[in-house]
């Protein structure tokens, strides 16, 4: 069992620079689990970073040591922040405190805010998708990799106003559209080689002329 202790790493951080402040290897990871933080059912303050509130509150009423237990908060104004257990992902004990059964594999990500009241903010909406897109992408995983935290534990979580469909139907057209840009960047590629090939033997032949 986790035990509460005052120290916080939780910094705003922004999605391209994600994987550059991990300080240990990386883990394989297999699933992102999408969360709201719940609570008061009025709108959270945009501008305010809740990351830190969320740590505070796992420190010292959960005890948990490594403190915030997701990986990633999604802020009403659109900023993102990451803590320990994504920083130090690949130290023994430190792994997610999110998804019971599925913290060892799975990358949680907390939209803040209670959705079963309200919906989350355009600038949440806004980054989260590209968020989970990067991760995505690095990880080899596809649309159906992503779950409400309520599709695989007893719970209302991420709440009505969170549509797990929707977020899932707009992340697979972004991995659709993005492999569809990296084969067209493929068939440009080849086609400059044939170019350059055929510039080089033009001028082999005038020079041998």
């Not at 059912?41 to 948990?64: E, Q, T």
Request: proline residues 3%.
């Amino acid at each position: 069992m986790e035990r509460g202790h005052r120290e916080t790493s939780v910094k705003a951080v922004e999605i391209s620079d994600i994987f550059d402040v991990v300080r240990t290897d990386i883990r394989p990871w297999e699933k992102i689990v999408i969360h709201h933080s719940g609570g008061r059912s009025y709108p959270l303050k945009k501008g305010k970073l809740y990351g830190r509130i969320f740590d505070r509150y796992h420190r010292s009423v959960k005890m948990w040591r490594h403190g915030l237990g997701y990986h990633f908060v999604v802020n009403p104004g659109g900023e993102i922040e990451t803590g320990k257990r994504w920083i130090y992902q690949g130290l023994g004990d430190v792994y997610g405190a999110h998804c019971i059964g599925y913290n060892t594999v799975a990358i949680g990500i907390c939209v803040a805010g209670n959705f079963n009241a309200y919906k989350p903010t355009e600038e949440q909406l806004a980054v989260l998708l590209p968020l989970v897109d990067h991760l995505c992408h690095h990880f080899g995983l596809d649309a159906s990799d992503v779950y409400g935290h309520c599709e695989l534990n007893r719970t209302d979580c991420p709440g009505k106003n969170l549509s797990m469909d929707f977020l899932r139907h707009d992340i697979k057209l972004r991995l659709e559209f993005d492999e569809n840009k990296e084969a067209i960047r493929r068939e440009i590629r080849k086609i400059q080689t044939a170019v350059n090939d055929m510039a080089r033997s033009v001028l082999d032949t005038l020079e041998s002329m």
